[in-house]
């Protein structure tokens, strides 16, 4: 099966600019997951969706951060405007119901 | 928030001697995963184990589980350069909603 797409893979931008993240998930997995990973610690959640619905959001900074999941399948996670302490990989994950979850590769943004 | 802390931070090993990675957690889980992550890449699900289980094995991974302790040890047998990577801990809290909280990591170098 296809894995997990996520683009770009890299994205350089200066502060208070905006930038939009995609991810296309495993073909029949109805949970999709948006993780900041900061440089040496592990995944953060920041969204969870059940098909096209939201079902965690708690720890996304609403302020700055949008993310939405289309037709429940693609989705994109959207920072404006951007802070420096925002720079991390972003990663997208989906899942089967109560399955492991399957990564992408991630997103490495640099914020300026 | 993390729930897992995984200890050591930094293991390096020669080839063929055997890795031990350890993990606590705070709260009741449903149950605890094991993620491996190359650099540059996105986590892979290696093991998974129920806490009504206590041990599992796949392959050259063994990992136990002791709810009491609030802990689980993941055993890397016979290791080759290629387990080089970070592993992450990660705890499904049970719930409406399958949520994964993931520890800060264990970089794991294995020289040849």
């Known amino acids: 099966e296809a894995g997990v797409a996520q683009s770009p893979r890299y994205k350089i931008i200066e502060k208070r600019q905006s930038v939009a993240f995609w991810c296309n998930p495993i073909?029949?997995?109805?949970?999709l997951y948006w993780y900041q990973q900061i440089l040496g610690q592990g995944p953060k959640l920041l969204i969870q969706?059940?098909?096209?619905?939201?079902?965690?959001d708690s720890q996304l900074p609403k302020d700055r951060f949008s993310a939405e999941r289309l037709k429940g399948v693609d989705s994109t996670l959207k920072i404006q405007p951007a802070k420096l302490e925002d720079s991390a990989v972003y990663l997208c994950?989906?899942?089967?119901?109560?399955?492991?979850?399957?990564f992408g590769n991630g997103t490495r943004l640099t914020v300026t | 928030s993390q729930q897992g802390e995984e200890d050591p931070q930094a293991l390096s090993i020669q080839e063929g001697e055997n890795a031990t990675m350890n993990c606590s957690y705070k709260t009741s889980i449903n149950n605890l995963q094991w993620y491996r992550q190359n650099s540059g890449r996105g986590l892979v699900h290696l093991i998974l184990i129920r806490s009504n289980e206590r041990e599992k094995h796949s392959g050259r991974l063994r990992v136990t589980l002791d709810t009491s302790k609030k802990s689980s040890s993941l055993l890397i047998t016979a290791s080759r350069a290629a387990d080089t990577a970070s592993y992450f801990c990660a705890t499904d809290a049970g719930g409406s909603n399958y949520k994964l909280t993931f520890g800060k990591g264990t970089l794991l170098t294995v020289n040849p």
């Open positions: 073909s029949g997995h109805a949970t």
């Open positions: 994950a989906s899942s089967s119901t109560g399955s492991p979850l399957h």
């Open positions: 969706f059940q098909n096209n619905g939201v079902v965690d």
